[in-house]
């Protein structure tokens, strides 16, 4: 079935860790996403690909990284969580066509820095 | 610079009340306005763009361009309308595909 999925769900990790937010998707996107959401706030586009070996950075700076070797892959990195960190991680996909293609959301990894 | 507002955080209505939720961009050129919603437990998901300008379960949303504004709308609240509701801006008529969201209002229909 095609879906969007993330990994894990929920994460409470202390300082220091080393994280990766993990995100597939099975709708044969070759766009993906990666939002930070912050409680009662917007979403902020942190990190976008249109396709393999394609990454960039988004509207909000993040010390997050990214990667793009599977189409169906996008995995986010936290080399050293830090309690600012704390927020809702949201990764979507989309299609590649004329004008705005629809995002299709995941789940979304709740992460807290202790 | 681009900017989406929600102004109201929370909107309480009672059931078969009419329903506005308020969305005011920023935006020089011409947007692509969009409403997303998230029901409890659910993923956003999205509701209507601006230019199908259809109805999607009984909600409307027109673009006012003098007024900056892309209020959603529904004539009778069901309790199943509760959730979140985001107003989002594609700034660059879609050619980057990325989007602006605004802050949400959750909309809370009482029975």
């Known amino acids: 079935e095609a879906d969007i999925y993330q990994t894990p769900r929920y994460l409470v990790i202390g300082t220091g860790k080393k994280i990766t937010l993990e995100c597939s998707q099975t709708m044969g996107h070759d766009k993906m996403y990666w939002y930070q959401q912050d409680p009662g706030m917007e979403l902020h586009l942190i990190h976008y690909?249109?396709?393999?070996?394609?990454?960039e950075k988004g509207d909000l700076s993040s010390e997050s990284t990214v990667s793009r070797i599977r189409t169906e892959h996008f995995p986010l990195t936290l080399e050293s969580a830090r309690p600012s960190h704390t927020s809702q991680y949201l990764c979507?996909?989309?299609?590649?066509?004329?004008?705005?293609?629809?995002?299709?959301f995941g789940p979304g990894t709740r992460l807290t820095v202790l | 610079a681009q900017r989406v507002t929600q102004p109201e955080k929370l909107l309480s209505v009672f059931k078969g009340a009419p329903v506005e939720l308020k969305c005011n961009y920023s935006?020089?050129?011409?947007?692509?306005l969009f409403w997303y919603v998230q029901y409890s437990r659910q993923r956003l998901q999205l509701l209507l763009r601006h230019i199908s300008r259809e109805s999607i379960k009984g909600f409307t949303a027109d673009l006012n361009k003098g007024e900056t504004s892309f209020h959603l709308k529904k004539p009778f609240a069901q309790e199943e309308d509760s959730a979140m509701y985001y107003c989002a801006l594609a700034g660059d008529g879609g050619a980057t595909n990325k989007l602006i969201f605004g802050t949400g209002t959750l909309l809370a229909v009482q029975p």
């Open positions: 935006y020089s050129g011409s947007p692509e």
């Open positions: 979507a996909s989309s299609d590649t066509g004329i004008g705005y293609n629809e995002q299709f």
């Open positions: 690909s249109y396709g393999v070996n394609s990454t």
